[in-house]
């Protein structure tokens, strides 16, 4: 069947070639308007339970495109007009920001934050500078009293030591575009930095509006990662079409996948570009290998005295090389789509985009390569006179032989089984959600993460979960069969918020929480002459209805909203955390499920839900990961070895590929875990796709080998001449592809650098164990469905006589 | 892997035809192997979910969130200190390390006192009066005389024999003789809240009520006399330094004077002492000859005896919560409320402790 459809291809070439083309200048269009961006929405699992609350609280308690805003005085504390001038200036300047919710603006220099006090008509609240600025020492001193009375103030929005301010604003999620925020935001903080103040800012939106920031350069990146990749190509491969052609399958694959992803309405994630360069180095690698027999099959032809034409040489390298090209992907795809059990609508979205541009690489790679190689005329001409296959090239693949030849291939499987165990042992530790605090996409020492740490340490932190209490029942009514309101006003539930409170806040890197039930006692302090002794709760529901209702008419609507909705019947307990990472994340979530646990009458009457906000979502996002962690390669894998046992028809053959999989996926999981680059949204997809890199130089070595050795080699035979051909296309394209994805290492993301190391990372045991490992493993336990038993066994005899050693 | 890769070296010899007992049973191993490991991965992929390691979390003796209102001295080592959620904490060091006791309640304890190491005494939130006489190991709750209308004990002082006094919301008064097992209310109940009682001789109590108002009863508290001072703030804490030199302190700074047992009182205004805030607490300290008081906002206070020099100050410039008691031992003040810590009256230097 091979036969057939490699000899349909090359008789039909210029059909083939015709349909490529139409097909691709159509998807190139296409390609051309493809949306980069991220989309927020793409990085939650709307199904989880945390997102749906999320989704159901985050107009009222606060999104996920929170940003926040720092003013650090450089000499003193705040209150001096030029610092309080720059507070007041950059609150109103974020009017002027595109899709803010004005409503969700918390400054001392707005109206939403105030002092409540007690006066003749009861309590009384007042902004603390709205919305004019004071006007006199006195109004200022006035105002730094009033800010240090009010505790929801003083610590979360002025610091402790006074000296910065804390600004937030919250954005409508349908209308924000993360890259116009980020350019206004900065155009904010940069026109009112002066030597007064330090402006710091952080949130989503600024960080993701960096990602795109970075667009231009990591165009650029992949500009100068193409140049190396060809110039080495020309280098080591000497001809033009060995230049081209490898880079016009990846091209061809990228612009099919791009083309059909945006066909299908998806977007292209700029973080997802590394997982865009791994599939090309698939195309590319496959194509390299097509290059590679083709020139073996035309030297052998010569070295036989005869004379071979470019379509025949052509139709016997797709021939042969169709089964191990096709495993070869079939099987990354079918590692990827094992991805898209994931709710999150960014993974599933890439195993659509991924699946397709691997699939691609069957036609730009596998026949496009071979079918354009059929027209080369003088197959045997090269462009320049260094022949590094000679000086480099040959030599070490003649190590690899003699290696398998010699003892020293009980070495290289100790070797093996020793490094399995040490990176086994390390990857252990490899860790779901971010590793370090900070954001991981970015250097540490990039603005972004220094903003952040600087607004961290002074105040209680940045990032926010809020847990939602109460709730009505479906059609409850209240005893005159209107609407239900105020449900969360008892005395239980208020008292419980705070019980759990305290227990949150127990965690170190929680900063702060606030809740209604920190507004209370206030207000009851305030009633009784500002004893310290009333700072507490009312006794009763009644009494708290009424401090509740007090505060309520000392402020203006809305100013509740942060804390409950509209009717009262939700409430939320808000977290303030120091940093993202997943085992932040993780003891808190466990911990409010303990609370929970050791409360149940609380949870009884209360009904507290997790989770909204930035933190809400990470844990969703890190729940599914880590839940889905195991079993994502234990499928693939699955696949894998599905695939193997089915194409060679042998159980032991899949076993055998496992062995170069698992190895490189150890390895790198190993590195992670050293690196502490830990497991989130974003790395995710290329550990996904790393699974099924690990094989594909393998299939191509090992078919050889039996194809080889049925056309009546001897083992060692076979391993030598499979080293010497499929064996330099995985040697060149791991080395053309290493050092491309060297390039890097120079991005300004940090997450696009630790990314290209990985990959590098899997190229190269990946590639050191199709070399090494592989072929010496082949020997050792001559596994059946590469040494067929039914051959003749005379040729073996020849085996002592090449290498001067008695086979094992 | 690897036991299955040397299973396999020793079958894979096709050219030997006879095959040993041993050789039969790996081949089959052999394989069944491949097959189990497939399964162990479709099983692995649908049922084996991973179960995150969490961080244990250990809370602290004081949370940040922790209010303590309550301080008594037992010994110049020994202190104890009640606090909201039912806390009462002991410390044996001056007060630098603190121990949580086990309590049967959950309300806000206001106050605490000790006859000595063994036997105590705590009051609070809802009337609640709890008992140790076992230095703190067990704490009981006794029955104590309540109000219909609210329950709030404020302050608790305790004299030697197993006298006892507290006061609260609605006027309350109560007194127990035998260690605290059992109480009697010493008043009707009124619409005033009392603050701080203490006994001046064997007759003479006063207590410290809202609105500039002082009570004195003569006779022991049985009967009661209610003084209205010149000022408008409501008193927190009365002290006696002599039987006829005492001061009380208030809200907004408020401080009244008595030379002659509590006849007449003199405020004197916040203008000149120059504190405004909130005075909660007042001790006299024999080792530097003058009073101390402390507040709100991180404010105290010491003048001397003849009220000739106030020194109104700031506890420290990062620490400006309330404090709601304190106890002089030496030179050394320790306060408890929103933190607790240790003024030094030598250097005026405040010490966080414990947080």
Same mark, same amino acid.
């Given at each position: 069947?091979?036969?057939?459809?490699?000899?349909?291809?090359?008789?039909?070439?210029?059909?083939?070639?015709?349909?490529?083309?139409?097909?691709?200048?159509?998807?190139?269009?296409?390609?051309?308007?493809?949306?980069?961006?991220?989309?927020?929405?793409?990085?939650?699992?709307?199904?989880?339970?945390?997102?749906?609350?999320?989704?159901?609280?985050?107009?009222?308690?606060?999104?996920?495109?929170?940003?926040?805003?720092?003013?650090?005085?450089?000499?003193?504390?705040?209150?001096?007009?030029?610092?309080?001038?720059?507070?007041?200036?950059?609150?109103?300047?974020?009017?002027?920001?595109?899709?803010?919710?004005?409503?969700?603006?918390?400054?001392?220099?707005?109206?939403?934050?105030?002092?409540?006090?007690?006066?003749?008509?009861?309590?009384?609240?007042?902004?603390?500078?709205?919305?004019?600025?004071?006007?006199?020492?006195?109004?200022?001193?006035?105002?730094?009293?009033?800010?240090?009375?009010?505790?929801?103030?003083?610590?979360?929005?002025?610091?402790?030591?006074?000296?910065?301010?804390?600004?937030?604003?919250?954005?409508?999620?349908?209308?924000?575009?993360?890259?116009?925020?980020?350019?206004?935001?900065?155009?904010?903080?940069?026109?009112?930095?002066?030597?007064?103040?330090?402006?710091?800012?952080?949130?989503?939106?600024?960080?993701?509006?960096?990602?795109?920031?970075?667009?231009?350069?990591?165009?650029?990146?992949?500009?100068?990662?193409?140049?190396?990749?060809?110039?080495?190509?020309?280098?080591?491969?000497?001809?033009?079409?060995?230049?081209?052609?490898?880079?016009?399958?990846?091209?061809?694959?990228?612009?099919?996948?791009?083309?059909?992803?945006?066909?299908?309405?998806?977007?292209?994630?700029?973080?997802?570009?590394?997982?865009?360069?791994?599939?090309?180095?698939?195309?590319?690698?496959?194509?390299?290998?097509?290059?590679?027999?083709?020139?073996?099959?035309?030297?052998?032809?010569?070295?036989?005295?005869?004379?071979?034409?470019?379509?025949?040489?052509?139709?016997?390298?797709?021939?042969?090389?169709?089964?191990?090209?096709?495993?070869?992907?079939?099987?990354?795809?079918?590692?990827?789509?094992?991805?898209?059990?994931?709710?999150?609508?960014?993974?599933?979205?890439? =195993? /659509? @985009?991924?699946? %397709?541009?691997? !699939?691609? *690489?069957?036609?730009?790679?596998?026949? #496009? &390569?071979?079918?354009?190689?059929?027209?080369?005329?003088?197959?045997?001409?090269?462009?320049?006179?260094?022949?590094?296959?000679?000086?480099?090239?040959?030599?070490?693949?003649?190590?690899?032989?003699?290696?398998?030849?010699?003892?020293?291939?009980?070495?290289?499987?100790?070797?093996?089984?020793?490094?399995?165990?040490?990176?086994?042992?390390?990857?252990?530790?490899?860790?779901?959600?971010?590793?370090?605090?900070?954001?991981?996409?970015?250097?540490?020492?990039?603005?972004?993460?220094?903003?952040?740490?600087?607004?961290?340490?002074?105040?209680?932190?940045?990032?926010?979960?809020? =847990? /939602? @209490?109460?709730? %009505?029942?479906? !059609?409850? *009514?209240?005893?005159?069969?209107?609407? #239900? &309101?105020?449900?969360?006003?008892?005395?239980?539930?208020?008292?419980?918020?705070?019980?759990?409170?305290?227990?949150?806040?127990?965690?170190?890197?929680?900063?702060?929480?606030?809740?209604?039930?920190?507004?209370?006692?206030?207000?009851?302090?305030?009633?009784?002459?500002?004893?310290?002794?009333?700072?507490?709760?009312?006794?009763?529901?009644?009494?708290?209805?009424?401090?509740?209702?007090?505060?309520?008419?000392?402020?203006?609507?809305?100013?509740?909203?942060?804390?409950?909705?509209?009717?009262?019947?939700?409430?939320?307990?808000?977290?303030?955390?120091?940093?993202?990472?997943?085992?932040?994340?993780?003891?808190?979530?466990?911990?409010?499920?303990?609370?929970?646990?050791?409360?149940?009458?609380?949870?009884?009457?209360?009904?507290?839900?997790?989770?909204?906000?930035?933190?809400?979502?990470?844990?969703?996002?890190?729940?599914?990961?880590?839940?889905?962690?195991?079993?994502?390669?234990?499928?693939?894998?699955?696949?894998?070895?599905?695939?193997?046992?089915?194409?060679?028809?042998?159980?032991?053959?899949?076993?055998?590929?496992?062995?170069?999989?698992?190895?490189?996926?150890?390895?790198?999981?190993?590195?992670?875990?050293?690196?502490?680059?830990?497991?989130?949204?974003?790395?995710?997809?290329?550990?996904?796709?790393?699974?099924?890199?690990?094989?594909?130089?393998?299939?191509?070595?090992?078919?050889?080998?039996?194809?080889?050795?049925?056309?009546?080699?001897?083992?060692?035979?076979?391993?030598?001449?499979?080293?010497?051909?499929?064996?330099?296309?995985?040697?060149?394209?791991?080395?053309?592809?290493?050092?491309?994805?060297?390039?890097?290492?120079?991005?300004?993301?940090?997450?696009?650098?630790?990314?290209?190391?990985?990959?590098?990372?899997?190229?190269?045991?990946?590639?050191?164990?199709?070399?090494?490992?592989?072929?010496?493993?082949?020997?050792?336990?001559?596994?059946?469905?590469?040494?067929?038993?039914?051959?003749?066994?005379?040729?073996?005899?020849?085996?002592?006589?090449?290498?001067?050693?008695?086979?094992? | 892997?690897?036991?299955?890769?040397?299973?396999?070296?020793?079958?894979?010899?096709?050219?030997?035809?006879?095959?040993?007992?041993?050789?039969?049973?790996?081949?089959?191993?052999?394989?069944?192997?491949?097959?189990?490991?497939?399964?162990?991965?479709?099983?692995?992929?649908?049922?084996?979910?991973?179960?995150?390691?969490?961080?244990?979390?250990?809370?602290?003796?004081?949370?940040?969130?922790?209010?303590?209102?309550?301080?008594?001295?037992?010994?110049?080592?020994?202190?104890?200190?009640?606090?909201?959620?039912?806390?009462?904490?002991?410390?044996?060091?001056?007060?630098?390390?603190?121990?949580?006791?086990?309590?049967?309640?959950?309300?806000?304890?206001?106050?605490?006192?000790?006859?000595?190491?063994?036997?105590?005494?705590?009051?609070?939130?809802?009337?609640?009066?709890?008992?140790?006489?076992?230095?703190?190991?067990?704490?009981?709750?006794?029955?104590?005389?309540?109000?219909?209308?609210?329950?709030?004990?404020?302050?608790?002082?305790?004299?030697?024999?197993?006298?006892?006094?507290?006061?609260?919301?609605?006027?309350?008064?109560?007194?127990?003789?035998?260690?605290?097992?059992?109480?009697?209310?010493?008043?009707?109940?009124?619409?005033?809240?009392?603050?701080?009682?203490?006994?001046?001789?064997?007759?003479?109590?006063?207590?410290?009520?809202?609105?500039?108002?002082?009570?004195?009863?003569?006779?022991?508290?049985?009967?009661?006399?209610?003084?209205?001072?010149?000022?408008?703030?409501?008193?927190?804490?009365?002290?006696?330094?002599?039987?006829?030199?005492?001061?009380?302190?208030?809200?907004?700074?408020?401080?009244?004077?008595?030379?002659?047992?509590?006849?007449?009182?003199?405020?004197?205004?916040?203008?000149?002492?120059?504190?405004?805030?909130?005075?909660?607490?007042?001790?006299?300290?024999?080792?530097?000859?003058?009073?101390?008081?402390?507040?709100?906002?991180?404010?105290?206070?010491?003048?001397?005896?003849?009220?000739?020099?106030?020194?109104?100050?700031?506890?420290?410039?990062?620490?400006?919560?309330?404090?709601?008691?304190?106890?002089?031992?030496?030179?050394?003040?320790?306060?408890?409320?929103?933190?607790?810590?240790?003024?030094?009256?030598?250097?005026?230097?405040?010490?966080?402790?414990?947080?």
């Amino acid at each position: 069947m091979l036969e057939r459809f490699s000899f349909f291809c090359m008789k039909q070439r210029k059909v083939v070639l015709a349909i490529v083309l139409v097909i691709t200048a159509v998807l190139a269009n296409f390609a051309y308007q493809i949306d980069i961006k991220t989309v927020f929405e793409d990085l939650q699992p709307s199904s989880h339970p945390y997102v749906k609350v999320h989704e159901k609280f985050k107009d009222t308690f606060g999104g996920t495109s929170i940003v926040t805003f720092m003013v650090q005085s450089t000499k003193g504390d705040i209150f001096q007009m030029p610092v309080l001038k720059a507070i007041r200036d950059l609150t109103q300047g974020l009017y002027s920001i595109d899709a803010i919710n004005e409503f969700q603006i918390f400054s001392i220099a707005g109206k939403k934050l105030k002092e409540t006090r007690a006066s003749t008509v009861g309590i009384e609240s007042f902004p603390f500078m709205w919305p004019n600025l004071p006007q006199s020492q006195k109004e200022i001193d006035d105002m730094k009293e009033a800010i240090l009375r009010t505790p929801l103030v003083y610590g979360p929005f002025v610091s402790k030591d006074l000296t910065a301010s804390y600004i937030t604003v919250d954005f409508f999620d349908n209308l924000i575009d993360f890259n116009l925020v980020f350019e206004q935001a900065y155009a904010l903080a940069n026109s009112l930095d002066n030597e007064h103040v330090d402006i710091s800012l952080v949130g989503n939106p600024i960080l993701y509006g960096w990602v795109e920031h970075y667009l231009p350069e990591t165009v650029k990146l992949v500009g100068i990662a193409s140049l190396i990749f060809f110039i080495l190509l020309f280098v080591i491969n000497r001809t033009w079409r060995g230049t081209i052609l490898p880079m016009l399958s990846g091209l061809i694959s990228a612009i099919w996948a791009l083309g059909v992803a945006q066909i299908c309405g998806i977007n292209f994630d700029p973080l997802v570009v590394v997982v865009a360069m791994l599939i090309t180095a698939r195309a590319v690698s496959h194509s390299v290998q097509m290059m590679t027999r083709f020139h073996e099959e035309i030297d052998n032809a010569t070295a036989a005295g005869t004379e071979l034409n470019s379509l025949d040489a052509a139709r016997t390298t797709l021939k042969d090389l169709l089964r191990p090209g096709m495993l070869g992907i079939a099987t990354d795809a079918g590692c990827v789509t094992v991805v898209a059990i994931s709710p999150i609508p960014l993974l599933q979205k890439l =195993v /659509v @985009l991924a699946v %397709v541009w691997v !699939g691609t *690489v069957a036609v730009s790679s596998i026949i #496009v &390569t071979p079918v354009l190689l059929s027209w080369v005329k003088d197959p045997k001409s090269y462009v320049h006179p260094l022949n590094l296959d000679k000086l480099l090239i040959r030599p070490f693949l003649n190590i690899c032989v003699n290696v398998v030849a010699t003892k020293a291939r009980y070495v290289v499987v100790t070797l093996a089984v020793i490094v399995f165990i040490i990176s086994g042992l390390y990857a252990v530790n490899l860790k779901v959600g971010d590793a370090n605090p900070g954001s991981p996409i970015l250097w540490p020492d990039g603005r972004y993460n220094i903003d952040a740490a600087a607004i961290n340490n002074q105040f209680p932190g940045v990032d926010r979960m809020f =847990v /939602v @209490l109460g709730g %009505v029942e479906e !059609g409850e *009514v209240n005893e005159f069969g209107g609407k #239900v &309101t105020g449900k969360i006003k008892n005395i239980e539930i208020l008292d419980g918020m705070l019980r759990f409170q305290r227990y949150m806040e127990q965690q170190e890197e929680i900063g702060a929480t606030v809740s209604l039930s920190d507004v209370i006692p206030s207000v009851n302090e305030t009633l009784h002459e500002g004893s310290f002794r009333y700072s507490e709760l009312g006794q009763t529901t009644d009494q708290n209805g009424e401090l509740v209702f007090m505060f309520e008419r000392a402020s203006e609507p809305g100013d509740l909203l942060r804390f409950t909705d509209v009717d009262i019947n939700y409430a939320s307990v808000l977290m303030y955390f120091k940093d993202r990472k997943g085992t932040t994340i993780r003891t808190a979530v466990a911990r409010v499920k303990r609370f929970i646990e050791e409360n149940p009458h609380l949870q009884e009457i209360a009904n507290i839900t997790l989770a909204g906000g930035t933190i809400g979502v990470i844990a969703a996002v890190n729940e599914v990961i880590l839940s889905g962690q195991i079993q994502s390669i234990a499928l693939a894998l699955f696949i894998l070895v599905m695939m193997c046992i089915i194409v060679y028809r042998s159980s032991i053959a899949g076993m055998f590929f496992m062995v170069p999989v698992v190895l490189a996926n150890l390895v790198t999981f190993a590195f992670m875990a050293w690196q502490n680059i830990g497991m989130n949204i974003n790395t995710v997809p290329v550990a996904a796709l790393g699974i099924g890199l690990g094989v594909d130089y393998t299939l191509y070595i090992c078919d050889r080998i039996k194809s080889e050795y049925d056309l009546g080699k001897s083992h060692l035979e076979a391993i030598s001449i499979s080293l010497h051909c499929a064996g330099r296309g995985v040697l060149v394209t791991a080395l053309v592809l290493i050092a491309s994805v060297g390039v890097w290492l120079f991005s300004s993301l940090r997450f696009q650098a630790e990314m290209g190391m990985l990959i590098g990372l899997w190229l190269f045991v990946s590639a050191m164990s199709a070399l090494f490992l592989m072929p010496a493993m082949a020997y050792i336990f001559k596994p059946k469905f590469i040494f067929d038993e039914e051959r003749d066994q005379t040729s073996d005899a020849n085996d002592a006589a090449l290498t001067g050693n008695a086979p094992a | 892997m690897s036991e299955n890769n040397t299973a396999a070296e020793q079958v894979s010899p096709a050219s030997e035809n006879t095959e040993t007992v041993g050789e039969k049973i790996v081949k089959h191993i052999l394989s069944i192997l491949p097959w189990a490991i497939v399964g162990t991965l479709l099983w692995a992929g649908i049922f084996v979910k991973p179960t995150a390691t969490i961080k244990e979390v250990i809370p602290p003796v004081i949370d940040v969130r922790d209010n303590i209102f309550g301080l008594s001295k037992v010994s110049s080592d020994v202190y104890m200190a009640a606090g909201n959620y039912g806390k009462i904490l002991i410390s044996t060091d001056k007060g630098r390390t603190w121990k949580n006791q086990k309590t049967p309640i959950e309300s806000h304890l206001q106050d605490i006192e000790a006859w000595d190491d063994k036997r105590m005494v705590a009051v609070g939130n809802g009337g609640v009066t709890l008992l140790t006489e076992d230095g703190g190991n067990t704490w009981i709750e006794v029955e104590s005389p309540r109000s219909e209308t609210a329950n709030k004990l404020l302050r608790v002082h305790v004299y030697p024999g197993g006298e006892a006094w507290a006061v609260g919301e609605m006027g309350m008064i109560i007194q127990s003789n035998d260690y605290g097992k059992t109480w009697t209310q010493m008043r009707e109940e009124e619409d005033v809240f009392l603050n701080d009682i203490t006994r001046v001789d064997e007759n003479t109590l006063f207590i410290a009520a809202e609105f500039g108002l002082v009570f004195k009863s003569s006779d022991n508290g049985q009967t009661w006399k209610d003084t209205q001072t010149d000022s408008p703030n409501s008193f927190s804490a009365v002290e006696f330094r002599t039987p006829s030199e005492g001061i009380v302190v208030g809200l907004g700074g408020a401080i009244v004077a008595t030379q002659d047992a509590g006849e007449t009182w003199t405020y004197i205004p916040p203008k000149t002492t120059g504190m405004y805030e909130h005075l909660m607490d007042i001790d006299w300290s024999e080792e530097t000859n003058e009073w101390v008081a402390i507040g709100n906002k991180g404010k105290w206070m010491r003048f001397p005896a003849d009220l000739s020099d106030f020194d109104s100050r700031t506890l420290s410039k990062t620490d400006l919560t309330t404090h709601s008691e304190l106890e002089i031992d030496g030179k050394k003040v320790l306060a408890v409320g929103a933190t607790v810590g240790e003024l030094d009256l030598e250097t005026n230097k405040w010490t966080l402790l414990a947080n």
